[in-house]
């Protein structure tokens, strides 16, 4: 049906349930439409495009523009006319709802009609193929910058999120390419790359690579959401070329072989030997009394293997709650455990405390009894300045400098220590249980599963290798396992190996 449609009949008069009908002296009236079914009023208003109209349907009503057009063309010598079609286009134009009036409908149907009639399809369809080439250019232009911030909101939305020494890095990375900051990751060559690549490793090879790695996670993580986007919008991705694969292809990132023998040149990566842990042992036994609190942290963090951090934020378990030990790094001297929180990995991490570990936190549970401030009593290892924002000790570089200086030591990294501990372990117990007490993904490893350590095991072996590791020093030793176990003659300049004992005390 075709009558003058306005604003009054189309919102308020037409429904589903009534249909309009002209009757016989001309008039429009609205007649019962027991059936409901959708049904469509077209408009002859001298401002309306031929073929517009409203669709009254039973939850909304719909402006159309429905037109004939040509959907071939015929050659000029041609007389056939199987490649001249007509067909019959019907487009939305929008909810009724969605126009201030009438006329705004009109007018957007007359601009859907141009579409219709030169591209001879549905402008729905022309506009959805217009948005994904709007979309693959925007792919296509996606920068270096852009890149880099849609990976770090990848490490910020991982169920575990990264770490903030990790962001630390990977922002570090990328201001070392802050001038590629707005080039096109597509415009990017694999020379480019390597030509940028060699003139920082001429610098430091170490942070050109760590940043060159970040870049190519990057670039690959924009690559796949790529992919993606592509994928659901029907479409074939534009950005395939990841230009930092250059770098493997090239052969400029270091093996794990020449990573050791860069690391023997420079003297880094250090693990005490026997004979040099012996030396540390025994200056942080003379230099105890002076800074107990340093001292007694560098002792427990060489039998504990821990990370520089985890045993900074260590607090005593019977000054805090039972909800805050959940989510705290604390000492348990009741069950003789030391539970880490949110360690490197953002696994929790536990360990058991053998005898002479146990020693010292007996004692320095005692100092921190004798403090009168609250919040540096529950802290292990509290700050030495009592005006400390951070609370915990931080102080362990200088200290560290002074015993290497004492022991003869060249070079040591709180990490060596670390090193230390491991290469102790690995000489005295199994791979699975040394990955367990570094902590160092057991659920990454599906073997690990079903080789862990039981509890018993655990405390068997870090009581005996923290015997193996204090009897490098026998004044240490000594005195930390007074009454417990059989002393050890002290020389100037031996240091006794211990009978191995898995006697652990009650």
């Known amino acids: 049906m075709k009558t003058t449609l306005n604003q009054s009949l189309v919102l308020t008069r037409l429904s589903i349930q009534v249909r309009p009908e002209m009757s016989k002296d001309g008039k429009l009236v609205l007649v019962e439409n027991p059936s409901l079914k959708p049904y469509i009023v077209y408009d002859d208003h001298t401002n309306a495009p031929t073929g ?26 041609d007389v056939s006319t199987d490649k001249v079609k007509d067909q019959v286009i019907r487009a939305k134009v929008g909810n009724v709802s969605d126009f201030a009036s009438i006329d705004h409908a009109r007018a957007k149907a007359q601009e859907l009609l141009l579409v219709m009639t030169k591209a001879k399809r549905n402008p729905s369809k022309v506009a959805r193929e217009q948005e994904k080439v709007a979309m693959a250019l925007e792919a296509a232009e996606v920068t270096l910058r852009e890149a880099f911030a849609i990976h770090r909101r990848d490490l910020l939305a991982r169920p575990v999120v990264a770490t903030e020494n990790t962001l630390a890095a990977f922002d570090k990375a990328f201001k070392r390419l802050d001038e590629w900051g707005d080039r096109r990751i597509s415009s990017l060559t694999g020379d480019e790359v390597v030509a940028k690549f060699d003139a920082l490793a001429a610098k430091t090879r170490t942070a050109a690579e760590q940043t060159f790695r ?39 990132y270091r093996t794990r072989a020449q990573l050791e023998n860069a690391y023997k040149k420079k003297g880094i990566r250090n693990p005490l030997t026997e004979e040099t842990l012996g030396k540390w042992f025994e200056v942080l036994f003379t230099r105890r009394p002076d800074n107990r609190t340093g001292c007694d942290y560098l002792i427990l963090t060489t039998l504990w293997g821990t990370r520089r951090e985890e045993a900074l934020r260590l607090v005593w378990g019977d000054m805090i709650s039972q909800d805050e030990a959940l989510t705290c790094s604390h000492i348990d001297l009741t069950k003789r455990r030391v539970f880490f929180y949110d360690t490197k990995n953002r696994e929790n991490h536990e360990l058991p405390i053998a005898d002479a570990a146990y020693e010292i936190l007996i004692q320095r549970h005692e100092i921190s009894l004798a403090e009168k401030n609250s919040k540096r009593r529950q802290w292990v290892f509290p700050a030495r300045a009592r005006t400390s924002k951070i609370g915990h000790y931080t102080d362990m570089r200088t200290l560290l400098g002074f015993v290497c200086e004492d022991a003869g030591i060249r070079k040591l990294t709180m990490h060596d220590l670390r090193r230390t501990f491991g290469r102790f372990a690995d000489l005295h117990t199994s791979y699975a249980t040394v990955k367990r007490l570094l902590n160092h993904g057991q659920h990454s490893d599906p073997t690990s599963r079903y080789t862990e350590a039981d509890e018993k095991r655990l405390t068997d072996v870090m009581q005996r290798l923290e015997v193996l590791m204090l009897s490098t020093c026998p004044k240490l030793y000594n005195s930390l396992y007074a009454g417990k176990r059989e002393l050890l003659a002290t020389t100037e300049h031996s240091f006794p190996r211990a009978e191995m004992s898995v006697e652990v005390r009650a």
């Open 52 to 77: 517009f109209g409203v669709r009254i349907g039973a939850t909304k009503k719909t402006y159309i523009i429905q037109r004939r057009v040509r959907s071939g063309h015929k050659k000029k010598d």
């Open 214 to 252: 970040w870049a190519d996670v990057a670039a690959k993580t924009a690559i796949a959401k790529e992919a993606m986007d592509a994928a659901a919008q029907k479409r074939v991705p534009v950005l395939t070329y990841n230009p930092f694969t250059a770098l493997r292809t090239k052969g400029r």
